[in-house]
């Protein structure tokens, strides 16, 4: 049933004061048991006095309920949300199977760090952790509720630990069908309690959330699936973003073309302002673009745009930083790096972005290496663009060996891969592999230059400008 807002008194007089009371008591949260002893009423008169208010407000879930008693405005039951939204997530409390009650406090925990961290995202919408204990019910049960609530996928979970180990089970579904989209289990060894939960949190909001998330992953897949003509603000984005991860100059054009279409939907859209910005500063250090000045401007209007709209989004931040080094603002560059590192310090696909800039912008390599291991620790399914990443800062801190290693395991037919690679080898002196690499480069890239990269990345750390120069003649780059 619709409730609106004029309607609700109306419909609320049919209850009796005694009905009224309970219906409160349990669209809060409250229990049976607790609603009883508040009321001085047994539990089971409690049950009663509900299926009495069901019928008459015509509702079937307490989410329904809960509607009646929300704030003017807020969204009735049954109504979903607008088709351009993000998806919107549930998460169930973790089921304890342990009857100690400091691992049922744990699982509790749990489930709330994870709502609370994956509510960060600005390309989700999640709720509330209050709510789902609430409900009381299980995946099996929650058809209705998910309905109401207009839950697009939600998690569960399992724990079983004892004095030694502790094992978890995650599981995305579909809250449509209820089919899984994915399952992990995590087995730990229980030394420091808090240490161990921190961890565990991070590990699965990083899985489920950033650009190659299971998340974000299942959106693409589902967008791919719709014709043109249905695609939404949201669906461009996803696309956007798994194309100007390719690092190509075709995959970035058709990045900011996708990214563009989708804020001309919706132009509030806070991530997807920040991540054009990204594909901007791609386009700007690849020399992809027809313009290197153009690029820029563009890189600081959309990365400014994005931080109007949300003044702490990491991603915009750390576009924000680069950006200002190119305008010769190294001091501006620093402090947007800082905040960066601040609101995204457990997001595993901004700290390569940092680490990036520690090492070749403002910054020290040596500080940028732990920021790469944090991101890989944090995200095991660590996508290509992750080593190539970790190749620049290696090369910047002189380890030319492991940088070599880290960035064959990237995107071979990136051009900083090929740039990186060719340096590295001829600062170890194998002037057969940097001439490969130099030849690719000339071939696949025939407008590359290592002075525009080092103007568009930018590259305004001394010691890295030097190193890159310098191996840049060895090798006989353009």
């Given at each position: 049933m619709t409730v609106n807002d004029a309607s609700k008194a109306q419909t609320l007089d049919a209850l009796s004061g005694r009905e009224r009371a309970v219906a409160e008591k349990f669209a809060t949260g409250m229990t049976y048991r607790e609603i009883g002893n508040a009321l001085f009423i047994a539990p089971t008169t409690v049950r009663t006095h509900l299926a009495a208010i069901y019928e008459k407000l015509g509702v079937r879930t307490k989410i329904g309920l809960a509607a009646y008693f929300a704030a003017p405005g807020a969204r009735p039951d049954g109504l979903s949300p607008p088709s351009d939204a993000p998806p919107v997530l549930a998460i169930f409390p973790i089921e304890c199977l342990n009857s100690e009650e400091r691992w049922r406090r744990f699982a509790d925990g749990l489930s709330s760090d994870i709502t609370i961290d994956l509510a960060r995202y600005a390309g989700l919408s999640v709720i509330a952790f209050h709510t789902m204990k609430s409900l009381g019910s299980?995946?099996?049960?929650?058809?209705?509720?998910?309905?109401?609530?207009?839950?697009?996928?939600?998690?569960?979970?399992?724990?079983?630990?004892?004095?030694?180990?502790?094992?978890?089970?995650i599981e995305l579904a579909d809250a449509g069908n209820g089919v899984s989209l994915w399952r992990e289990r995590y087995d730990r060894p229980v030394e420091d309690i808090f240490a161990l939960q921190e961890s565990l949190t991070e590990s699965i909001i990083n899985v489920f959330a950033g650009s190659y998330g299971t998340l974000a992953t299942v959106g693409r897949n589902a967008a791919r699936r719709k014709p043109p003509a249905n695609l939404r603000a949201y669906d461009f984005y996803l696309l956007g973003v798994e194309q100007h991860t390719t690092f190509s100059r075709a995959g970035n054009a058709e990045a900011i073309r996708l990214f563009s279409r989708a804020l001309e939907l919706d132009p509030t859209f806070a991530n997807c302002w920040a991540e054009l910005a990204y594909a901007y500063s791609v386009e700007a250090c690849n020399g992809f673009g027809n313009d290197l000045l153009t690029s820029i401007e563009n890189w600081r209007i959309t990365a400014e745009n994005a931080l109007r709209l949300d003044p702490t989004d990491s991603c915009a931040?750390?576009?924000?930083?680069?950006?200002?080094?190119?305008?010769?603002?190294l001091e501006g560059a620093e402090r947007a790096h800082r905040r960066a590192l601040e609101y995204g310090c457990n997001h595993a696909g901004i700290l390569p972005l940092l680490a990036g800039?520690?090492?070749?912008?403002?910054?020290?390599?040596?500080?940028?290496?732990?920021?790469?291991?944090?991101?890989?620790?944090?995200?095991?399914?660590?996508?290509?663009?992750?080593?190539?990443?970790?190749?620049?800062?290696l090369f910047a801190a002189g380890r030319h060996r492991e940088a070599v290693a880290a960035l064959r395991r990237?995107?071979?037919?990136?051009?900083?891969?090929?740039?990186?690679?060719?340096?590295?080898?001829?600062?170890?002196?194998?002037?057969?592999?940097?001439?490969?690499?130099?030849?690719?480069?000339?071939?696949e890239f025939p407008g590359f230059s290592v002075e525009r990269f080092i103007a568009g990345y930018p590259v305004t750390n001394p010691d890295a400008l030097l190193a890159i120069r310098h191996a840049a003649e060895l090798a006989k780059l353009p």
């Open positions: 299980k995946p099996a049960d929650f058809a209705a509720d998910g309905k109401a609530l207009g839950v697009t996928y939600f998690i569960s979970g399992q724990l079983r630990a004892d004095d030694q180990r502790i094992r978890l089970t931040l750390a576009c924000l930083g680069n950006v200002r080094a190119c305008l010769g603002d800039s520690k090492a070749l912008v403002v910054g020290d390599p040596a500080e940028a290496i732990p920021l790469i291991e944090r991101a890989m620790r944090l995200n095991p399914l660590a996508p290509p663009w992750y080593f190539g990443m970790q190749g620049r800062i990237s995107s071979p037919e990136s051009l900083d891969v090929l740039m990186f690679l060719a340096l590295s080898h001829a600062a170890m002196g194998e002037a057969g592999e940097a001439a490969r690499a130099a030849t690719r480069l000339r071939a």
